[in-house]
């Protein structure tokens, strides 16, 4: 689409639907132009899901029928998400919705913008291409190996996805750096110069070093994505080492293809479905016919559609974008004062993140490798605890004589959950599916994602079926985008790891830290700083493996280790000065960020003071997993 001579294209920036993290739309202004192969990457894209969706299905079947239906299943199940996750990364770089840390370019005086666009793309794009090399390395040195992974499936020939997608993904941010050619012209031998110098340079000094950590650092402000910043500090750890940089992909392979990862992509899948079928309608009809009589019954219901919504898509950008238009009127319409609705549905966006199959505990089961069906029994409670005393803060402010104008009639309180019936069940689904019929969490995680699938196509029917391809397309680009993440983040967190950085971290806080409980209170207060600063998917891959050690030695149960640290990132979600949910209501309902700020303070230190009450009563926490077989750390 042309625009009229002499007006300037406006910048745009878009939230993940799912997560709520920043993405840049549009870095340079461009519109995104779709050719006729992005149709075909998203049929395979599409085509990658549905066999991780189908095999495991056949695995269950052919446990009844006592038969083997697909040799070696779990093998090609696992090596799919290695294809979605190269997949869906190249078209969240074609679409520009590569994961960053921040959108603080926004503040850059205009007239830099450009020269900023291109310094940051080509300096990330001098990164990617590293990555690809050593991608190319890593594959080269399995086809010597000679591995078949099933059906006659070369491991090499999976691997070879990694170097192609990085190749993939360093041509596409050199395409979106600039709209001109000329200037993306710049950018590419920019992006080509800079990566030169790690051939050019060998045993670069240590002051080198730190001024190399310096701009990266610099480029991540301006909006650079997160697996270019982790990735790229591995590469400058590895610069002066006997390393090879292939160590970096063979990390990502180790990551990808463990037992657990596939549930990433199935539960989120699942939460999509949702979100695009009419799920959040009738779940708001049947809490409003429930709880709508009570005295702040409005609140009631937020909490509860909000909390609902979040564990399905397991991060609280969607839960504001989706649901807020629909709650707001009606807590207005209730006479609450603006400022506590608006508190309310900001604070609101975030429960529900500790319920399964939240994706956010299943990275954090896979970062520090606790068991995630332990972790989802061990935040039920907390999860419970801070919904209900948002729920409670929320009637506080409630107007009895409103709630009287109500009343309660059980002829629509029946017929609403009749009819969201069937996407009320789905926590049961899983429940039982999980710990009665005891399938694997990743078969599990197939059947849900089937269930949410039948019942928006072909019971509901509020999801057409030619759409479903674009869902799924939108799944995979955030799926891809946090798996590349989470991926390139093994290699760096394994430099700290070889240079004992967590080993003598933990040391020194066991040194000059003699009591757990002191210790505990300082992880609150350090992971209140990060919850502010990072965003959640940063913060598990980066933190995580910081806070381990510390933690084992201070004897503090795994499980409680793991809802301490997401309960601090739940809220973190509310923190200023970067927390997600802030910006999003900001931008939802149009209200200035201090007035924002304003609103969420009294529910922020209500909803601390409830962490650390989950933090200092571990009950809260190992007491259901303990039912379950799980043994405590005393």
């Known amino acids: 689409m042309k625009l009229p001579m002499g007006k300037k294209k406006k910048r745009i920036v878009t939230t993940a639907p799912e997560t709520g993290v920043s993405m840049e739309a549009h870095p340079s202004g461009a519109p995104v132009v779709h050719r006729p192969w992005h149709h075909l990457e998203s049929l395979a894209l599409t085509f990658f899901f549905s066999v991780m969706l189908l095999l495991p299905l056949l695995d269950i079947l052919g446990r009844k029928v006592h038969l083997t239906l697909v040799s070696g299943s779990l093998?090609?199940?696992?090596?799919?998400?290695?294809?979605?996750?190269?997949?869906?990364?190249?078209?969240?770089a074609r679409e520009g919705k590569l994961l960053s840390l921040s959108s603080t370019s926004s503040l850059i005086p205009e007239r830099f913008k450009t020269a900023a666009h291109i310094f940051t793309a080509a300096l990330g794009a001098a990164f990617t291409l590293y990555l690809a090399r050593a991608g190319f390395q890593y594959s080269m040195v399995e086809r010597e190996v000679g591995d078949i992974i099933a059906i006659g499936l070369s491991k090499f020939s999976v691997l070879l996805l990694l170097p192609i997608g990085f190749t993939i993904i360093f041509f596409r941010m050199i395409w979106r750096s600039a709209e001109k050619m000329s200037q993306r012209a710049v950018t590419l031998g920019l992006a080509l110069g800079l990566a030169s110098l790690g051939l050019l340079i060998q045993n670069p000094p240590q002051l080198f070093l730190y001024f190399a950590f310096a701009v990266l650092l610099f480029a991540v402000v301006m909006g650079t994505p997160v697996f270019v910043a982790l990735g790229g500090a591995a590469l400058l750890f590895l610069w002066n080492s006997e390393t090879p940089i292939s160590s970096i992909p063979a990390e990502t392979y180790r990551m990808v293809v463990s037992p657990t990862i596939p549930n990433i992509p199935l539960f989120t899948l699942t939460g999509y479905l949702l979100a695009e079928g009419g799920a959040s309608k009738r779940l708001l009809r049947v809490f409003q016919a429930w709880f709508g009589s009570m005295r702040g019954g409005p609140a009631i219901v937020t909490a509860l559609v909000c909390a609902f919504f979040t564990c399905f898509t397991g991060g609280s950008g969607v839960t504001i974008l989706a649901l807020g238009g629909l709650l707001m009127p009606i807590l207005m319409a209730e006479k609450y004062k603006e400022k506590d609705a608006l508190g309310l549905l900001t604070s609101a966006g975030s429960l529900g993140m500790l319920f399964p199959p939240s994706l956010p505990v299943i990275l954090y089961g896979v970062v520090s490798h606790t068991p995630i069906d332990k972790l989802f029994l061990g935040g039920i409670f907390p999860g419970f605890l801070l919904l209900g005393i948002t729920a409670l803060w929320g009637v506080s402010k409630g107007s009895s004589q409103q709630a009287a104008k109500h009343p309660f009639k059980i002829k629509e309180a029946l017929d609403s959950f009749w009819v969201a019936k069937w996407e009320l069940l789905l926590p049961f689904v899983i429940f039982f599916f999980l710990f009665i019929v005891k399938v694997t969490l990743v078969e599990s995680a197939a059947l849900t994602a089937l269930y949410a699938f039948v019942i928006e196509v072909f019971i509901y029917r509020d999801l057409k079926l030619k759409l479903v391809p674009k869902v799924i397309t939108e799944c995979g680009i955030l799926v891809g985008g946090v798996l590349l993440i989470l991926g390139v983040s093994l290699g760096f967190t394994n430099d700290m790891v070889d240079a004992q950085i967590p080993t003598q971290l933990a040391m020194w806080v066991k040194n000059s830290v003699h009591s757990q409980w002191l210790f505990l209170l300082m992880i609150n207060l350090m992971l209140i700083m990060v919850g502010g600063l990072l965003e959640i998917f940063a913060a598990i891959v980066v933190v995580?493996?910081?806070?381990?050690?510390?933690?084992?030695?201070f004897n503090v149960d795994p499980v409680h280790m793991g809802i301490i640290f997401l309960a601090n990132m739940e809220l973190g979600f509310l923190t200023p000065p970067l927390g997600l949910n802030l910006f999003l209501s900001?931008?939802?309902f149009k209200k200035p960020m201090v007035e924002v700020y304003a609103a969420v303070l009294p529910m922020l230190i209500i909803l601390y003071g409830t962490v650390f009450l989950i933090t200092y009563v571990p009950f809260f926490t190992t007491w259901l997993p303990s039912l379950f077989g799980y043994v405590p750390v005393q």
Request: proline share 6%.
């Open 586 to 588: 900001s931008y939802r």
């Open 75 to 92: 093998n090609l199940v696992q090596h799919t998400v290695l294809a979605i996750m190269m997949l869906g990364a190249a078209i969240a």
């Open 544 to 553: 995580v493996p910081l806070i381990l050690p510390m933690a084992q030695a």
